[in-house]
Structure formats: C-alpha cells, structure tokens
C-alpha cells in the first residue's frame, strides 16, 4: 500500500458532523422545540470548536514551512475551508431559526417576538422588566479616541451601541453593553398571555427596547445596537508540575483563559458596514474568524428555551428501565459476585451505579474504594457517596482529573470537597489525562479481599447519564479486578505498568494490542475464512490506526464502523477501503459508547472502552478498554449494535464526499435505533 493514504481532514469532517447536527434541526419528524435545542447543540458545538480546533490551526499557521511539511497540510488554508463552510452553515442556521422554527412556533400560538414587535401593554411590562430586573446591572462602556478598547470576555454577548445626531457628525458616539446573562434560563421572558397567545421575549430584546433609559443623558436622535459575541483561545498554558501548587498553577490559568487571542468575531449580519469597520479596527483579528450571525448570540441558550405550549413539542419522557436481574433492593454486592451485569445508558438507569457506591460507603465489610473521575454533575450524587463513605471511615481513593477540558474549574471545586472530608485525592498524572471510567471496591469476606468492579465507556455523572448513550459494567470476575488493582496503584504511584492479560490500557498497550487484534482478522481473511470488525466510537482520526484499516481492508476484512462524530478514514475508496462502510446516529440522544467487536474465527471478541481511536487516547491519555466475557452479555451488546447497523431513520452515511446522505434503504419498514433499542431492552428484562 503507497504511504499516503486517503484520509478526511479532521477539522472538516468535524464540520460536517455538526451538519449532521444541524440535519436534526430541519427535520420536521422532530418535536419542533427539540430542534430548537438542535440548533443550541450545534452552536454550542462551534463555540467549542473556535475555542479549542481553529485556535490551534492560528498557532500553526505562524510556525516555518518545513513544519508545515511535516504536518502533512497547510493550516492557513484549511483556516480558510474552515470559513467558507462556517459561514455556508450559519446561513442554513439562520433560515432555520427565521424562516422555519419560528414560523412553526407562530402556528402552536408560540411567539418569539422582539423590540419592534410589542404593543402598548406588553411594551409597558417590558419597560418595567427592565427598570426592577435589569437597568441595575447595565453599566455601559462609552467607547472614546485614544483610549483602549476594552477586553471582551470570551463568549459574552455584547450590544456595540451608536448614538447619532443628525447632521452632526461630531456628536457621534459608540458604546458597548455586557448582556447580563447568568444561566441559559435567564434569558428568556415569558410575557403575559393574551387571547390564547403565548409571547416570548429575550434579555436581548429587552434591552434594545430601553436604550434610550440607559442613554438619556446624551444628545441623539438615532441610536442603534448590534449583538457580537468573541470566541477566545481556549488553551491553557500550565506549569505541569502535579503537586500540591498544582492547584493554584489551573486555577491560575483558568482566568487567563478568558483573555485568550480572539478566535471568531460572530456579529449580526445587518450591522452596517461603518459599526463593523469601527469594530475590526479595533479588535486584533485574524479575516476568516470574521462570522457573520444573526441577532442572538450564545444560542447555546436555547437549550434552555421555555415550553410554553403543548407537551408534544418536546420528546416524550421516558422512564429509565429497570434490571429484571439486579435488584436495588438487595446487596448489589451479593448479585454481581454471581454473575456479571450491563447497564445500558440512558435506557436503565444510571441509579444503579449510584446504589453501588452507597451501599460500598455504609457496608461494614468494605475497606477501600478506588474510583476515576472525569465530568461530574453539578449537585453529584456520586461526590455525596465518596464523601459519606470517607467519614464511614473507608479508605477512598479518587484520581479527579482536573485538566478535563472546560470542567477544570467545577474539578478544582469538587477537589476542596473531597479533602476536606478525608478522601485521597489524586490530581492526575504529568502530561497525561486519565480518561478512563472505572471504579473498584475491595470488601473483605471470611478474612479474604474480594474485588467488585465498575467499568464503563462513559462519566460518572448522572446528569449526562440521562443524555448520553453508555455501557456500565458490574463485574467481580478476578482476572479483571487483579488488573484493576495493579491499574490503580500504577495510578498511585504515577507509573504506568505493562502486562496486563484481559484490559487493554492506554498509553503503553492499546495500539499494540488494537493492532494485534486487526491483524488476526488480517490472517484469517487471508487464509480464507471469515473474517470481520464492528467497531463502534466517537471518533477515529489516527493515522497510523487507519492505514491499518486499510490493510485489513485490502486482505478481505469486512470492516462496519458506527462513528458518531469526526471520521477521517475515506470508506469505498478502491485499492484501500472497499470493503469499509461507515454510518452516523444522531438522534434525541448522544451516541457515546465504544464497542469493538472482532469475528475471531466464530468466537468473537467483544470490547468496551473509554478511548476512541484517535492519537490523543492511545497514546497521551489513561484509557481502560474491557473485554465482555459473560456470554449473555456479549449477546446482548451484539444485539444492540445490530439494531445500529439496521437504522434507516438517523443513521447517515460517512463518505468522501461530506454529504450525510441519510440511509433510508429500499427496506419500507422503518428501523430507528434508539428508539428500537429502548423496546428491545424493555422486552427482554
């Protein structure tokens, strides 16, 4: 095979998985406020994206052209794709919101109205919103010559105000406004009901409606706001030495992140040019982070947005399943010494793991709890149990990963928390993240320590448990909780041990070990038999994985991949990748897990895991991936894969063209994952 292989740009795949995002949003088979909340996806999505990818490329862009050579691409000119397709998808954004969503809503007596659009009564409760909420905390920037322009915070959402006198153009002045929104509910206003009609404002909007009660002391007689919002270099420049002023060093860092280098000016596309000319001038910008939006910024917001109509305008709620086979009501630790159990998020619910954990902190016979944090809720009930167990007097150990990426703040909080109620806390590892979901319970029984393990694919943290596709695993199987026990004192120590038998542990073993599984599907193809991967993961953007999978391709290999998110292997492309198809679900909830299953000539292999196939988790993260060996089990997760495999509602085609073809199929029944799997489980428990 050549050394170049065909791949997808990672930034521009990513780009075109938030179209898939945004494919949600159109999709009129959806409740129509769960679009909206598509659309507060997508562009919460990209705010990421801004701060995290494209400030990245900006770095690279400035470094020499042999380095550029060795990137196997030109970071200016993919800043440059980068833009031309941002800009393509806040268009179709914008039709979406203006021309559809709110259309629809205008149908359900759902009005989302703006300044100009309130009568004398509602623009009189307006007013006097404004005076009690809001005027008080408004202190507005007068923008003058010579002076510097102020820092804008990263994300925030600005008015940039110009006051005019006709025929006067000395008097002109510019302003800048902080919109004061504390939470994403904060910024909606459910305006009294008249003749059935339900009218909806945002803080945005209201504000607009009262400049002049903020700019009556100036001489104008035209005044005029405009909203933009700055996207900053989110990078964290760290000291990384993990001791006890490690703390200080992020917490540090984490204010400097918002005076990172402006990544993306997003402002509203009927700002005149002469404000926005002001504005540039101003603000050290780089051309393609020039955006053009709409009126409302942070539409992450809208996740938030009020229902105020009729209930089949959200999703229907769904009761979380139960186990017919482990009861919360009897020792969880007397069920799993029996048998192994699977808990699949967010079908069943993520209580189990809760009721773990509790009865480990008040069980007389359990001594240590050993668990690894990432992404935790923000009331977390599994903080609760670690800190109940600690004063029950057990010895817990908790590694809380306080470089996670945007929770490092919420991590330093629930660091405090914990020592102070007696855990040992563990900050993490130099240069590394420990990304791994695993948790391990030593009990002693009959003078013997007895091991009870919690292996999953996803946090420890109920909240996304609702959201979030998973797999949590209760295990007592030995040859596991030895490897967890060895796992963790590796952690301890900040060492990383070599040998394990059954787990397949990031950084030191999982590319051998993945490359060792693909290439026995390469043997067996080649010596004639069947030979197969289902490899299901967010993402896959490592290179040297991917030449692998064009190898096994070439020998025979059927290859299907279910990959939610960035996918940079190009499939069906001839001479690399002919026998590889690759498929998308996106839907009401978030596909999370990895699964790789491998045919292993009829006795397959079933592995779940925390990692995906990018370079970042082989090699410079913690990842625990897990072998499935109860048979029941294997079954069961082979089942729901399949179920994946069959979907021709959500599922969209992954190929070299980015254009998320949909895989309706000529089949006339319609197979919609989720929601089949969610049947299959209730059936079958």
Known sequence: MPKKIPLINREISWLSFNDRVLQEAADKTVPLIERLRFLAIFS??????????????????NVNVKAKELLGYNPKKTLNQIKNIVVKQERKFNQLFEKDIIQELAGHKIFIINEQQLNVARGQFVRNYFREKLLSTLVPVMLTKGEAFPELKDRGIYFLVKLTKSGNKEKLRYALIEIPVE??????????????????????????????????????????????????????????????????????????????????????????????????????????????????????????????GDARLEYPPRSPLALHDLTAGSSLFAQIAKKDHLISLPYQSFD???????????DPKVKEISITLYRLAENSKVINALINAARNGKKVNCLLELKARFDEQANIFWTNKLEEAGVLVNYGILDYKVHSKICLVKRVEKEKSVYYANLATGNFNEKTARLYCDYSLFTARPEITRELVKLFDGLQKKIFYRGYQHLIVSPLESRKKIYDLIDQEIKLAKSGKDAYMILKMNSLSDEEVIARLYEASNAGVRIRLIVRGMCCLVPGIKGFS????????????????????????????????????MTRNLDRRVEVGFPILDPEIKQEIRDMINIQLKDNTKAREINQFNNNRY?????KTEFRSQLDTYIYLKYKN
């Open 183 to 308: 939470n994403g509910a904060d910024r909606f206003v459910v305006l009294p009901e008249s003749l059935h009609l339900k009218f909806i404002i945002l803080v945005d909007d209201i504000i607009r409606y009262c400049l002049d009660d903020i700019f009556f002391i100036f001489d104008y007689d035209q005044i005029e706001a405009y909203s933009v919002q700055l996207t900053r270099d989110a990078a964290l420049e760290l000291d990384h030495q993990l001791t006890e002023k490690f703390i200080d060093a992020l917490a540090k860092s984490l204010q400097k992140r918002g005076k990172g280098k402006p990544m993306r000016l997003l402002y509203d596309a009927d700002m005149p040019a002469d404000m926005l000319d002001y504005l540039v001038n101003k603000l050290d910008l780089a051309p393609d982070g020039l955006i053009p939006g709409n009126r409302y910024h942070n539409f992450k917001d809208f996740i938030n947005f009020p229902n105020v």
């Open 663 to 667: 895989l309706k199929g000529r089949l």
């Open 44 to 61: 919460s999505n990209l705010d990421e994206f801004y701060r995290v990818r494209v400030a990245t490329l900006n770095r690279l862009s």
């Open 578 to 613: 002919e026998n590889i198809s690759v498929i998308s679900i996106i839907d009401r909830y978030l596909e999370h897990a990895r699964v790789w299953i491998f045919g292993n000539d009829g006795q397959e292999k079933v592995y779940l895991s925390s990692a995906d196939w």
């Open 352 to 362: 189990y793991i809760i009721h773990f954990l509790r009865e480990s902190a008040i």
